[in-house]
Structure formats: structure tokens, C-alpha cells
């Protein structure tokens, strides 16, 4: 009966910790904005950079940690060139998120969450609950990596290479 248990609870946390390896088709439909401000969809923003890998930082001008994270990420930058870095924001407003990348001086591909953090389905469908949030999609649109909190995540820096 022990090891019954035993196994039960292993096969249970296996299934709990278990990531997803792609987005959900509600997911791909989110509303973004180009640094153009141009409407597009986190499903055309993906197609925009299929067959690269992708470094996805979900972050805000807002978040201490987010900027805090900042040197290390742009240390990632160079250690790691040819990774798309992709930032999302889920700044308040539109001039905020404008504000941020300039005054931090990101260099990589950004968009703009429309619909704010909590009712993003992006978010929600990814279980959003901190940022900044990084994931990392391969070159063949799989999510390999579900969530690091830092850069300095082994497994995210496994990923990456």
C-alpha cells in the first residue's frame, strides 16, 4: 500500500509540474501592438519569427525586479546573439511602455499586451503570476522552456544554448 502511494503521488506532482509545450489557440489570438502601434496577434508575432529561437520576456516599466533583471538580460543579449528576444509589456499605457524601452535601452522585438495583465488570455493560459516571466520557444514553435524567473536560471540558459 505504501509504495502504491508512493507511485500515486509521484505520477501526480509529474502531471502538476508538467509545462506546456505550446500556446493555446484563445493564446495565439491575443491583441498586441507593434513599437509602431499597429494592431497585430501574438499569433502573427510568433509566425513573424518561426524557425528562430525565441526568448519571450514578459516584463513592464513598472516591475523593480523586471529592471533590476535588466544587465543580466542584456549580458543574455550578448552571450546569446542569435536568440530573438522577444519583450512583451504589460505596462499600463501605451507611453509608458514607449518611455521604458527607451530609458532602459532594450534592443529586441516589442509589443505591447493590449488587454492589460489580468484579462489577458496569453497570460492566464501561461498561469502569468510574476514577472518579469521568461520562456524560450525553439525553432520549431515548441515552448522548451515554461518559466524562468531570472536569467540566470540554469535551465533557461540550457535552452539557450
Known amino acids: 500500500m505504501k509504495n502504491l502511494l508512493i507511485a500515486l503521488f509521484m505520477f501526480v506532482s509529474g502531471l ?5 509545450t505550446s500556446f493555446s489557440t484563445e493564446s495565439l489570438s491575443e491583441k498586441m ?5 499597429e494592431e497585430t496577434t501574438f499569433g502573427q ?21 523586471c529592471i533590476e533583471g535588466m544587465p543580466s ?8 546573439p542569435n536568440v530573438v528576444y522577444l519583450f512583451l ?8 511602455w514607449l518611455h521604458g524601452i527607451e530609458k532602459y535601452e532594450l534592443e529586441g522585438e516589442h509589443y505591447f499586451i493590449v488587454a492589460g495583465w489580468k484579462p ?3 497570460c492566464s493560459s501561461i498561469d502569468l503570476d510574476w514577472i518579469p516571466r521568461y520562456m524560450v520557444v525553439d525553432e520549431t514553435g515548441k515552448i522548451t522552456l515554461y518559466r524562468a524567473i531570472t536569467t540566470e536560471d540554469e535551465e533557461l540558459l540550457k535552452k539557450l544554448r
Open 45 to 65: 508575432v510568433l509566425e513573424k519569427f518561426k524557425g528562430q529561437k525565441i526568448l519571450i520576456d514578459f516584463w513592464a516599466n513598472w516591475c523593480r525586479d
Open 16 to 20: 502538476l509540474s508538467a509545462q506546456q
Open 33 to 37: 501592438l507593434t513599437f509602431n502601434q
Open 73 to 80: 538580460l542584456k549580458q543574455l543579449q550578448k552571450d546569446h
Open 89 to 96: 509589456s504589460l505596462d499600463r499605457s501605451v507611453e509608458s
Open 120 to 122: 489577458c488570455i496569453l
